[in-house]
């Protein structure tokens, strides 16, 4: 073989990936380069090696909360909170670690006050009120992934109609399953951004028209009771007069005049249809969302925010959320954050903890009729010497979710550990439950987990 041959170039590049995959790069760069096995996966991609290539990649951290530990936060905003309700510190009366587990089944431990589990959710679907339920979290949940699944079951046991909340604009419209979402002209702003604060509920997000706008939704046969709906919702604030258009089912657009008000209004459609629509041209309207759901049985919106740790849940408005809360409040908020949040060399999440504390208390203060439930971070991948384990931190990163639900006193529920604990991320991706990137869910994983949680649930109101 000639020095410099192809042959010869193409032998030792092959030697180099080889040796390179097997490198803890993480770990030997501080994260600045990902563990990788490049020549495994090539293998796998022309049918040497059984299995799909691997496409593991890691999660940007929040810029919000890369800030807070920067500025070094933890004199500003101290682990030891005082409890807003209790007027006392709250380590003076933290709960012990609670089991997670009864037998098979991953259990929702009680860190309230009282140790009144799910009260209000109870409380609300023994009476034959709607029960409402919000699961806020980041890309984890995005697309309706284990929302739309947990929303079936809940309304397959108690009744139901509708997905809920939807935002004005998505961007990937057909991504969901659970709705058909269609329309332009919208500007959105997300809580990590430009937004104004005062506009800023929940869901972390509100959209302004461009021009022109528009927003239609149409219902799916993808589960039992997304077809229809009999109450359409437009929440919005029109600071000046304005013309709004809506429509459904098979009906015309019908123009509302809306006077101006700083407060929130709410266009209501009441009548079992399988299509809504908004239309206005006014660049001064704030729109807040539209909800699609009906009058009894469970409501259960997905509202999640691509890239958020949670910990801008603290810029929310609670004056907004009141006036929203008498339209559309909530028996239980479950807080699903985390994988923006930790990282390979990340072992110390005491600031995290902490912003969450704020966090947990602040929704608290925003919808205090609420159940609050914090969901640990679910098992993710990372590369170690070419094979794919569970993240070395994911340990900590729970705990120091757990500690949060402990020290706000509200609810925790062990996702990693309902998954299967260790090394639940190989047994997710063999099983087609988890995407190549080792951190999020398909759509039949985001099933599986549903069913969890929900027996979880059961297991905690009857």
Known sequence: MKKGSPLLIIFI????????????????????????????????????????????????????LVKAMNEGENAAHPLYATDSVLSQPIDTIISPVKPSRSGELVVI?????????????????????????????????????????????????????GVGYVNMHSDFPGFRRSVKQGGSGWKTFFAN??????????????????????????GTKAFTHTESWSRSRFLFIAPENTLISVKSGDGEWEERNIVGSPDVQCIELAETVSNFGVRTASTSLIGLGVW?????????????????????????????????????DYDLIILEFGINAM??????????CS??????????????????LVMGVGDRGEKRGGQVRSMSTAPAMIAAQRDAARRAHCLFWDTREAMGGEDAV?????????????????????????????????????
């Open 343 to 352: 990282s390979a060399q990340q072992k110390d999440y005491s600031i995290y």
């Open 355 to 372: 912003r969450m504390v704020e966090v947990i208390n602040h929704v608290r203060r925003c919808y205090p009729r609420a159940d609050l």
């Open 426 to 462: 190989v047994a997710w991706s063999n099983e087609g439950l988890i995407n190549k990137d080792y951190i999020h869910m398909t759509h039949k994983g985001g099933a599986r987990l549903a069913k969890e949680l929900f027996n979880a649930i059961q297991h905690d109101i009857k």
């Open 109 to 161: 431990e009680d860190y309230t006050t009282l140790g009144v589990g799910l009260v209000n959710l109870k409380n609300a679907i023994t009476t034959g009120r709607l029960a409402r339920i919000a699961v806020v979290g980041d890309s984890y949940i995005e697309g309706d992934i284990f929302t739309q699944d947990l929303r079936e079951l809940l309304q397959c046991e108690y009744g139901g109609e």
């Open 13 to 64: 590049a092959v030697i180099v990936v080889v040796a390179i995959s097997f490198l803890p790069l993480s770990r030997m760069t501080g994260g600045k380069v990902k563990n990788f096995s490049l020549f495994s996966d090539i293998l796998k991609e022309v049918g040497i090696l059984d299995g799909e290539p691997s496409y593991a990649s890691e999660e940007d951290i929040d810029p919000e």
């Open 193 to 218: 951004k430009k937004a104004d604060s005062k506009y800023l509920d929940l869901s972390e997000q509100y959209a302004i028209p461009t021009g022109t706008a528009t927003s239609t939704y149409e």
């Open 292 to 328: 699609l759901d009906g009058t009894s049985g469970v409501s259960l919106d997905c509202m999640s925010s691509r890239g958020f740790s949670g910990i801008t849940l603290t810029k929310i408005n609670p004056e907004l959320c009141r006036e929203m809360a008498d339209v559309i």
